[in-house]
Protein backbone atom coordinates (compact mmCIF):
# COMPACT_ATOMS: atom_id res chain seq x y z
CA UNK A 1 0.00 0.00 0.00
CA UNK A 2 1.32 3.20 -0.48
CA UNK A 3 -0.49 6.90 0.73
CA UNK A 4 0.05 10.62 -0.86
CA UNK A 5 -1.35 13.46 0.44
CA UNK A 6 -4.31 15.29 -1.65
CA UNK A 7 -6.54 17.99 -1.77
CA UNK A 8 -10.44 18.19 -2.11
CA UNK A 9 -12.57 21.35 -1.13
CA UNK A 10 -15.10 22.11 1.50
CA UNK A 11 -17.61 22.72 -0.65
CA UNK A 12 -20.22 25.00 1.83
CA UNK A 13 -16.92 27.25 2.67
CA UNK A 14 -14.28 26.49 -0.55
CA UNK A 15 -11.62 25.80 2.37
CA UNK A 16 -8.87 23.25 0.70
CA UNK A 17 -9.10 20.40 2.73
CA UNK A 18 -5.62 17.51 3.46
CA UNK A 19 -6.76 14.34 2.88
CA UNK A 20 -5.29 11.04 2.40
CA UNK A 21 -4.92 9.03 -1.44
CA UNK A 22 -4.52 4.99 -0.78
CA UNK A 23 -3.67 3.84 -4.14
CA UNK A 24 -3.14 0.34 -3.64
CA UNK A 25 -5.34 -1.07 -1.48
CA UNK A 26 -6.50 -4.53 -0.30
CA UNK A 27 -9.93 -5.45 -1.50
CA UNK A 28 -11.09 -6.31 2.73
CA UNK A 29 -11.05 -1.96 2.78
CA UNK A 30 -14.47 -1.95 0.15
CA UNK A 31 -16.08 -3.70 3.22
CA UNK A 32 -14.87 -0.79 5.55
CA UNK A 33 -16.06 1.61 2.73
CA UNK A 34 -19.90 0.11 2.32
CA UNK A 35 -20.36 0.49 6.29
CA UNK A 36 -19.56 3.57 6.20
CA UNK A 37 -21.69 4.43 3.36
CA UNK A 38 -24.55 2.61 3.73
CA UNK A 39 -26.52 4.61 6.05
CA UNK A 40 -25.51 7.57 4.48
CA UNK A 41 -27.55 5.57 0.98
CA UNK A 42 -30.54 4.15 3.10
CA UNK A 43 -31.35 7.45 4.29
CA UNK A 44 -30.85 9.39 0.98
CA UNK A 45 -33.41 6.62 0.03
CA UNK A 46 -36.05 7.54 2.50
CA UNK A 47 -35.62 11.06 2.11
CA UNK A 48 -36.53 10.89 -1.73
CA UNK A 49 -39.29 8.33 -1.17
CA UNK A 50 -40.72 10.96 1.73
CA UNK A 51 -40.08 13.37 -0.76
CA UNK A 52 -41.58 11.32 -3.92
CA UNK A 53 -38.94 12.47 -6.33
CA UNK A 54 -39.59 10.35 -9.41
CA UNK A 55 -37.17 7.15 -9.52
CA UNK A 56 -34.97 8.66 -13.00
CA UNK A 57 -33.63 11.61 -10.63
CA UNK A 58 -32.20 9.15 -8.31
CA UNK A 59 -28.95 9.16 -7.88
CA UNK A 60 -27.97 6.38 -10.31
CA UNK A 61 -25.26 4.92 -7.85
CA UNK A 62 -27.87 4.70 -4.98
CA UNK A 63 -27.81 0.84 -5.51
CA UNK A 64 -23.77 -0.02 -5.68
CA UNK A 65 -22.17 -1.85 -3.21
CA UNK A 66 -18.42 -1.27 -2.49
CA UNK A 67 -18.49 -4.58 -0.31
CA UNK A 68 -19.90 -6.93 -3.23
CA UNK A 69 -17.50 -5.30 -5.58
CA UNK A 70 -14.79 -6.50 -2.72
CA UNK A 71 -15.75 -9.91 -2.57
CA UNK A 72 -16.31 -10.25 -6.35
CA UNK A 73 -12.54 -9.13 -7.21
CA UNK A 74 -11.26 -11.48 -4.24
CA UNK A 75 -12.19 -14.15 -6.49
CA UNK A 76 -10.70 -12.34 -9.56
CA UNK A 77 -6.44 -12.35 -10.67
CA UNK A 78 -4.83 -10.00 -8.19
CA UNK A 79 -2.43 -8.23 -10.99
CA UNK A 80 -5.88 -7.01 -12.88
CA UNK A 81 -7.20 -4.49 -10.88
CA UNK A 82 -6.32 -1.87 -8.40
CA UNK A 83 -8.18 -0.11 -5.58
CA UNK A 84 -7.82 3.37 -4.73
CA UNK A 85 -9.50 5.18 -2.16
CA UNK A 86 -9.49 9.03 -0.21
CA UNK A 87 -9.70 8.92 3.61
CA UNK A 88 -9.93 11.94 5.91
CA UNK A 89 -9.10 10.89 9.11
CA UNK A 90 -10.86 8.15 9.88
CA UNK A 91 -13.45 8.66 6.69
CA UNK A 92 -13.81 7.68 3.27
CA UNK A 93 -14.66 10.25 1.06
CA UNK A 94 -14.21 8.82 -2.71
CA UNK A 95 -13.34 5.14 -4.03
CA UNK A 96 -12.31 3.74 -7.32
CA UNK A 97 -11.44 0.28 -8.63
CA UNK A 98 -9.31 -0.14 -11.80
CA UNK A 99 -7.81 -3.01 -14.21
CA UNK A 100 -5.44 -3.20 -16.36
CA UNK A 101 -4.90 -6.35 -18.64
CA UNK A 102 -6.45 -6.36 -21.71
CA UNK A 103 -7.81 -3.06 -21.91
CA UNK A 104 -6.55 -1.36 -24.79
CA UNK A 105 -7.89 2.03 -26.37
CA UNK A 106 -10.67 2.48 -29.09
CA UNK A 107 -10.11 5.85 -30.38
CA UNK A 108 -7.01 6.94 -33.01
CA UNK A 109 -4.61 7.61 -33.22
CA UNK A 110 -3.94 5.40 -30.34
CA UNK A 111 -6.17 2.73 -31.30
CA UNK A 112 -4.85 -1.05 -30.27
CA UNK A 113 -3.01 0.59 -27.41
CA UNK A 114 -3.24 -0.11 -24.00
CA UNK A 115 -5.13 1.93 -21.56
CA UNK A 116 -6.09 1.84 -17.90
CA UNK A 117 -9.66 0.91 -17.34
CA UNK A 118 -12.04 2.55 -14.28
CA UNK A 119 -13.90 -0.46 -13.89
CA UNK A 120 -15.47 2.07 -10.39
CA UNK A 121 -15.71 5.17 -9.09
CA UNK A 122 -17.89 7.37 -6.61
CA UNK A 123 -17.52 9.61 -3.69
CA UNK A 124 -19.13 9.45 -0.64
CA UNK A 125 -23.07 9.59 -0.67
CA UNK A 126 -22.37 12.49 1.23
CA UNK A 127 -20.35 13.99 -1.41
CA UNK A 128 -23.44 14.29 -4.08
CA UNK A 129 -25.52 17.17 -4.33
CA UNK A 130 -29.07 15.83 -4.75
CA UNK A 131 -31.82 18.33 -5.62
CA UNK A 132 -34.15 18.57 -2.86
CA UNK A 133 -32.48 16.19 -0.63
CA UNK A 134 -29.39 17.33 0.23
CA UNK A 135 -26.01 19.58 -0.53
CA UNK A 136 -22.97 17.66 -0.97
CA UNK A 137 -20.06 17.75 1.86
CA UNK A 138 -16.65 17.98 0.04
CA UNK A 139 -15.93 18.54 -3.76
CA UNK A 140 -13.03 17.33 -6.65
CA UNK A 141 -12.44 14.13 -5.07
CA UNK A 142 -13.68 12.45 -7.86
CA UNK A 143 -11.40 14.68 -9.78
CA UNK A 144 -8.37 13.49 -7.80
CA UNK A 145 -8.77 9.78 -8.24
CA UNK A 146 -9.44 10.21 -12.06
CA UNK A 147 -5.86 11.71 -11.97
CA UNK A 148 -4.57 9.07 -9.59
CA UNK A 149 -5.93 6.47 -12.43
CA UNK A 150 -3.83 8.84 -14.96
CA UNK A 151 -0.98 8.79 -12.91
CA UNK A 152 -1.35 4.66 -12.69
CA UNK A 153 -1.70 4.60 -16.75
CA UNK A 154 1.79 6.61 -16.90
CA UNK A 155 3.48 4.41 -14.72
CA UNK A 156 2.90 1.80 -16.78
CA UNK A 157 4.12 3.40 -19.47
CA UNK A 158 0.55 3.83 -21.46
CA UNK A 159 0.99 7.29 -21.57
CA UNK A 160 -2.01 8.63 -19.34
CA UNK A 161 -4.78 6.99 -21.51
CA UNK A 162 -7.80 5.89 -19.61
CA UNK A 163 -10.94 4.44 -20.69
CA UNK A 164 -14.51 3.91 -18.70
CA UNK A 165 -17.73 4.05 -19.24
CA UNK A 166 -20.34 6.56 -17.50
CA UNK A 167 -23.17 6.62 -16.13
CA UNK A 168 -25.40 9.34 -17.76
CA UNK A 169 -25.69 11.46 -14.38
CA UNK A 170 -21.82 11.07 -14.30
CA UNK A 171 -21.25 12.04 -17.73
CA UNK A 172 -20.68 15.84 -17.60
CA UNK A 173 -18.07 15.37 -15.08
CA UNK A 174 -16.18 13.13 -16.98
CA UNK A 175 -16.13 15.21 -20.33
CA UNK A 176 -15.85 18.53 -17.77
CA UNK A 177 -11.98 16.38 -17.10
CA UNK A 178 -11.21 16.27 -20.64
CA UNK A 179 -12.53 12.45 -21.53
CA UNK A 180 -14.23 12.16 -24.92
CA UNK A 181 -17.31 10.51 -26.00
CA UNK A 182 -16.13 7.25 -28.10
CA UNK A 183 -19.90 5.21 -28.14
CA UNK A 184 -22.76 4.19 -26.87
CA UNK A 185 -21.75 0.23 -25.72
CA UNK A 186 -24.56 -1.98 -26.20
CA UNK A 187 -22.51 -4.91 -24.66
CA UNK A 188 -23.14 -2.42 -21.55
CA UNK A 189 -26.14 -1.94 -20.83
CA UNK A 190 -25.78 1.33 -23.84
CA UNK A 191 -23.58 3.46 -21.41
CA UNK A 192 -21.62 5.77 -22.76
CA UNK A 193 -17.79 4.96 -23.39
CA UNK A 194 -15.05 7.95 -22.65
CA UNK A 195 -11.74 7.74 -22.93
CA UNK A 196 -8.99 10.35 -21.97
CA UNK A 197 -6.23 10.60 -24.81
CA UNK A 198 -2.56 10.24 -24.39
CA UNK A 199 -2.32 14.17 -25.46
CA UNK A 200 -4.64 15.38 -23.28
CA UNK A 201 -3.28 13.39 -19.73
CA UNK A 202 -0.28 15.31 -20.99
CA UNK A 203 -2.22 18.43 -20.85
CA UNK A 204 -4.14 17.96 -17.98
CA UNK A 205 -1.06 16.96 -15.86
CA UNK A 206 0.89 19.52 -17.02
CA UNK A 207 3.52 17.21 -19.05
CA UNK A 208 3.90 19.08 -22.12
Not at 133 to 154: I, N
Request: aromatic share 10%; net charge positive; hydrophobic share 45%.
Amino acid sequence: MSVHAAYIVDAATEDIVEVVLHDDLSTDVLLDIEEQWAPSRHGLRRRLRALRVAREKWPQSLHWDWGRKGLQLALGDPDDFRVMAIRRQRTWEAAMVTLCKNQVTLSPPDAGKPLVYIDYLEVAPWNWTVDKCQARKFKAAGAVLLRAAVEQSFAKGWAGRVGLHALPQAAPFYTSQGLQFVKHDSSKQNLPYYELSAAEALTRLGRM
